[in-house]
């Protein structure tokens, strides 16, 4: 420790980023998913807690998976809702 905190640490923000699977059903528009900006993102985490992904875009290109489109969103501010 020193007057001005912990020595030899460092933290830098980061955007919030979201991954998950959507079903591949007929009339998905990849292109449209590829292109998603300014959108909110409301998630439930696998502890039931509800997130809000604000002003999220599609920051990486959708992939097809087995019937699934793997999806990946970024956003400006990730809070949780109650």
Same mark, same amino acid.
């Given at each position: 420790?020193?007057?001005?905190? *912990? @020595? ?17 059903? @007929? ?11 300014? *959108?909110? *993102?409301?998630?439930? $985490? $696998? ?8 002003? @999220?875009?599609? +920051?990486?290109?959708?992939?097809? +998976? ?11 501010? @990730?809070?949780? *809702?109650?």
């Amino acid at each position: 420790m020193t007057d001005l905190g *912990v @020595a030899g640490y460092t933290e830098e923000p980061v955007a919030p980023t979201v991954q998950f699977k959507i079903p591949n059903i @007929a009339g998905t528009d990849l292109n449209q998913l590829r292109n998603l900006t300014n *959108v909110n *993102v409301n998630i439930q $985490d $696998d502890n039931g807690q509800s997130w809000l992904v604000r002003n @999220a875009w599609t +920051s990486q290109p959708p992939k097809l +998976s087995g019937g699934e489109i793997d999806m990946q969103m970024t956003g400006i501010s @990730a809070d949780p *809702v109650s």
